[in-house]
């Protein structure tokens, strides 16, 4: 689907120098209780000060509070400021400068998300310690216009940069989850997610399927990874053992979708009611937002663990010898990685439900979601967002950093 695969590049983001003036207005990104939480912060660091305190965590605080926007916070936040958003090195040091002592990086690819507005537009973009880089001294940024309306038009802002030793940023390793990132006489502790991949409590896996990875998306949303050994498909899997941060609207007894993220599940009731990710919205898809599905959010810090490109090539045996460890192409000039996308995108209720319908009338319901099917009644191929997608990102695979990771 050529407006998905457009829509999967993950660019990163940048930052600029701090003027001694508001220089723009800073969502970044936590989770509580799953709900997305902005800490909105507006004046400049003038004293920066280190991290000591080390934090380790798990799962978001149980003493969180609802999340509060103001109108008057979102308006006076949207002025015009004289960030160059052409210069990374400046945006960089724009986000960083403003970044709290201490940040839990909640999304299990290890991207740390935000929104700035600036000269009017909306800024989205994430800094990342990516497993097999950060432990080599490298940081990635980057970050592109958000298109928030259809009259956002090319050329938008995209731009990306790692940053190293050579950039005057040193990165120091606390533990195998905590790492102190030190710029411009600025040190800030990046607390990754300790995600314990045990298998599902709630639900059992059939003779047939095997536990690959727990993740945990950029959307607040937690799933499993499942493989069916006997059929060579994968297929995600709501995990029901964390809070959501959405409400499940019931519109079948076998369909639920969530009212925010659009995310359809079918209940998988010959396995334990388990709810089985069957589709994603398009138009979340297109734009990149962090509803556009959990196939970029894998959690490469358990790599070792999970074995997840074993399980890639059993699903997709073309991909023998063409990725690493992590998904990686390398066998491609530019950077991509295996979108692990098992799963339908709807662009109306009606291409859901004809969907659903060639679903339930097959044989094995999971396999019709992960690998598509020609419907015979309605004569109409349903066809999955295609993986082994490879979706651009901003960063070459991790590899030749570390020749031993292969």
């Known amino acids: 689907?050529?407006?998905?695969?457009?829509?999967?590049?993950?660019?990163?983001?940048?930052?600029?120098?701090?003027?001694?003036?508001?220089?723009?207005?800073?969502?970044?990104?936590?989770?509580?209780?799953?709900?997305?939480?902005?800490?909105?912060?507006?004046?400049?660091?003038?004293?920066?000060?280190?991290?000591?305190?080390?934090?380790?965590?798990?799962?978001?605080?149980?003493?969180?509070?609802?999340?509060?926007?103001?109108?008057?916070?979102?308006?006076?936040?949207?002025?015009?400021?004289?960030?160059?958003?052409?210069?990374?090195?400046?945006?960089?040091?724009?986000?960083f400068s403003r970044l709290p002592e201490d940040v839990i990086v909640y999304p299990s690819e290890n991207y740390f998300y935000f929104k700035l507005y600036v000269n009017g537009k909306q800024i989205w973009g994430n800094i990342r310690l990516a497993a097999g880089r950060r432990e080599n001294g490298v940081l990635s940024f980057a970050y592109f216009e958000y298109k928030e309306s259809p009259y956002v038009y090319e050329p938008r802002v995209r731009k990306s940069k790692y940053f190293t030793d050579a950039d005057g940023l040193i990165i120091d390793e606390v533990d195998t989850f905590t790492f102190n990132v030190r710029y411009n006489h600025?040190?800030?502790?990046?607390?990754?997610?300790?995600?314990?991949?045990?298998?599902?409590?709630?639900?059992?896996?059939?003779?047939?399927?095997?536990?690959?990875?727990?993740?945990?998306?950029?959307?607040?949303?937690?799933?499993?990874?499942?493989?069916?050994?006997?059929?060579?498909?994968?297929?995600?899997?709501?995990?029901?053992?964390?809070?959501?941060?959405?409400?499940?609207?019931?519109?079948?007894?076998?369909?639920?979708?969530?009212?925010?993220?659009?995310?359809?599940?079918?209940?998988?009731?010959?396995?334990?009611?388990?709810?089985?990710?069957?589709?994603?919205?398009?138009?979340?898809?297109?734009?990149?937002?962090?509803?556009?599905?959990?196939f970029d959010q894998l959690a490469d810090n358990y790599?070792?663990?999970?074995?997840?490109?074993?399980?890639?090539?059993?699903?997709?045996?073309?991909?023998?010898?063409?990725?690493?460890?992590?998904?990686?192409?390398?066998?491609?000039?530019?950077?991509?990685?295996v979108a692990v996308s098992p799963y339908f995108v709807y662009f109306s209720d009606t291409e859901l439900a004809q969907f659903m319908g060639a679903v339930r009338r097959a044989e094995d319901p999971k396999f019709v979601i992960s690998k598509g099917i020609l419907d015979r009644r309605s004569g109409v191929t349903y066809v999955p967002t295609p993986y082994p997608t490879p979706y651009p990102t901003p960063y070459k695979t991790p590899t030749p950093y570390n020749k031993s990771n292969q």
Not at 23 to 49: H, M
Not at 218 to 241: D, K, P, T
């Open 303 to 337: 790599v070792d663990e999970t074995n997840v490109s074993e399980y890639l090539i059993k699903a997709i045996p073309s991909l023998e010898d063409r990725i690493d460890k992590w998904g990686y192409y390398t066998d491609k000039e530019e950077s991509s990685r």
């Open 186 to 294: 600025r040190t800030v502790r990046f607390n990754l997610n300790k995600l314990a991949q045990d298998p599902p409590k709630l639900f059992a896996l059939s003779p047939n399927e095997e536990f690959v990875m727990k993740t945990y998306d950029e959307s607040g949303y937690q799933f499993f990874l499942i493989y069916n050994n006997e059929l060579r498909y994968l297929f995600w899997v709501l995990n029901e053992e964390s809070l959501l941060p959405d409400a499940l609207q019931k519109v079948q007894d076998d369909l639920f979708i969530g009212r925010r993220s659009g995310f359809a599940f079918m209940v998988d009731k010959e396995n334990d009611d388990r709810k089985v990710l069957v589709a994603i919205k398009g138009s979340n898809a297109t734009v990149n937002n962090y509803y556009d599905g959990p």
């Open 1 to 95: 689907m050529k407006t998905l695969k457009q829509a999967t590049n993950r660019i990163r983001v940048s930052f600029s120098i701090c003027s001694g003036k508001p220089a723009g207005w800073i969502v970044i990104f936590a989770v509580i209780f799953g709900v997305v939480l902005p800490t909105i912060i507006s004046s400049c660091i003038d004293q920066p000060k280190s991290s000591e305190q080390p934090s380790n965590i798990v799962e978001p605080p149980a003493e969180a509070d609802t999340l509060l926007i103001l109108n008057q916070d979102w308006i006076e936040g949207q002025g015009s400021y004289s960030l160059d958003l052409d210069n990374v090195d400046e945006v960089f040091w724009h986000i």
